[in-house]
C-alpha cells in the first residue's frame, strides 16, 4: 500500500499578539489530497491557524515544511522569510476568507483573471479561458460578465473561490466561507465546496457548519485554547468525541447533541 504523499508539515507553531498568545504550539502533518475541517469556539485560534500556514500572519515559533521543504532561513534563532519565498508561497496555497474582497471596477471574469495575469505571467487570452474554465466550476459562466455589485453575496464567494481556484494552488484553505452570508445563501457555497472535495484536492476548512464538517472531511481538529485538544475522523470527533470540551461544543449544536 503506497504511503500518503505529505504536502504540507506544521512544527511547533505558535503565534503571540503582544502578550496574548493564540496559538500555543500545534503539530500537523497534511498528506496529499486529505479535507480537513478545523473546529472550535470563538478564539480558540483557528483563522490564526490558517493564517499563518501561509503566512499572512507570521509565526512567533516554529516551522512549516511545504512538499518536504522548509520555509524560511534560520539565522541566529531568528526565522526570516524573504519577500520572494512568500510571494511563491501564496501562489500555492489559495485562500478563501470570510468577506469576499472582489474587485468592484473589475468584472466577474476580470477578478478571476487578474492573480494569474499580475502574479503568474499568463498571457491574456489564457487567462481568460482559464477564468471562464473556473466560473463553469463553480456555476457561474452566465455571470462572466457582470460586476460583483449585482450578484448575491453567495455568487460573490463562489466568484472568491474561482478567483483562488484559478491560481491553480496545491493547497486550498477556506477561513469560515459562509459566516457572512444569509442563511439562505449559505447552501449554495457549502455545494460548491462539496463538488471540489470530490476532485482530490487538498483542503484544510474552518466551519461552524458540523453537519457540512461531517459530509465534507476526511479528518476534523478541534482546536481549544490554541492546541489541537482532538482529532480524528468526522465520526471519531462529531459522533464520539473523546474529550469533554470537544462533547459541550459539539453539544451546543442540535443535530449533533446527544
Not at 154 to 166: E, F, H, N, P, Y
Not at 220 to 226: A, I, N, P, T
Request: aromatic share 6%; hydrophobic share 40%.
Amino acid at each position: 500500500m503506497d504511503t500518503p504523499q505529505e504536502v504540507l508539515r506544521i512544527e511547533g507553531l505558535r503565534k503571540s499578539f503582544g502578550q496574548l498568545e493564540v496559538l500555543s504550539g500545534i503539530d500537523l502533518t497534511v498528506a496529499k489530497g486529505e479535507r480537513i475541517a478545523i473546529l472550535g469556539s470563538s478564539g480558540s485560534g483557528k483563522s490564526t491557524f490558517l493564517r499563518c500556514i501561509n503566512m499572512m500572519e507570521m509565526p512567533s515559533a516554529g516551522r512549516v515544511a511545504l512538499d518536504g521543504q522548509l520555509l524560511g532561513q534560520e539565522k541566529g534563532g531568528t526565522i526570516r522569510y524573504p519577500e520572494a519565498e512568500l510571494c511563491r508561497l501564496r501562489t500555492r496555497i489559495g485562500m478563501i476568507f470570510q468577506q469576499f474582497n472582489l474587485f468592484p471596477h473589475m468584472t466577474v471574469a476580470q477578478n478571476v483573471m487578474e492573480g494569474p495575469v499580475s502574479v503568474l505571467g499568463v498571457r491574456r487570452r489564457e487567462a481568460e479561458e482559464r477564468a471562464l474554465r473556473y466560473l463553469a466550476k463553480v456555476g457561474l459562466t452566465e455571470k462572466a460578465a457582470e460586476y460583483p455589485s449585482r450578484l448575491s453575496g453567495g455568487q460573490q464567494q463562489r466568484v472568491a473561490i474561482a478567483r483562488a481556484l484559478a491560481m491553480e494552488p496545491e493547497i486550498l484553505l477556506f477561513d469560515e466561507p459562509t459566516s457572512s452570508l444569509d442563511p439562505e445563501l449559505v447552501g449554495e457555497v457549502l455545494q460548491t465546496i462539496l463538488d471540489l472535495s470530490q476532485e482530490g484536492r487538498t483542503m484544510l476548512l474552518v466551519t461552524h457548519e458540523l453537519g457540512f464538517a461531517y459530509h465534507f472531511a476526511t479528518r476534523v481538529l478541534f482546536l481549544h485554547q490554541g492546541r489541537i485538544l482532538e482529532q480524528g475522523t468526522p465520526e471519531e470527533v462529531l459522533k464520539h468525541p473523546r474529550e469533554e470540551r470537544t462533547r459541550a461544543f459539539i453539544g451546543q449544536h442540535s443535530a449533533f447533541a446527544f
